[in-house]
């Protein structure tokens, strides 16, 4: 498997954990160092434990979330991956309080770096910017 497509399906796989609810899986797929920047508040730099708490949260507050992963490019530097596509999202959004959902779609441009850990690649860092 060429490096390019073992960085692309890692990022499948880890969007697919987080859409099935393996959050265990999920959450060991970045780094102990991992940082982020989202389109979604806060706009500061959120490390680890926030990070996943607010990355997480999207999965569990979206049922039938389906992405596509579009225009992928992958620039590798070693042991170091970065990877810049667009995600396409949606999900329903279903309110605690009266049950009703509402359908979100939305795509964002992606900036996600990895880096190999003994035989795996982990998320070191990422930035999304949601396209207006």
Not at 40 to 57: C, F, M, V
């Amino acid at each position: 498997m060429s490096l390019e497509n073992e960085v692309y399906q890692t990022i499948l796989q880890i969007l697919e954990w987080g859409r099935m609810g393996e959050l265990d899986k999920f959450v060991e797929a970045h780094s102990q160092d991992y940082t982020r920047f989202s389109d979604l508040p806060p706009y500061t730099i959120q490390h680890r434990d926030l990070a996943l708490r607010l990355k997480t949260s999207l999965f569990t507050e979206l049922i039938d979330i389906q992405f596509q992963i579009r225009e992928m490019e992958i620039q590798n530097y070693g042991d170091i991956a970065v990877a810049t596509y667009i995600l396409d999202y949606s999900g329903v959004a279903v309110s605690g309080y009266t049950f009703e959902g509402k359908k979100l779609e939305s795509s964002s441009r992606c900036t996600t770096v990895l880096k190999r850990e003994s035989d795996r690649w982990v998320i070191v860092h990422e930035h999304l910017s949601r396209i207006q």
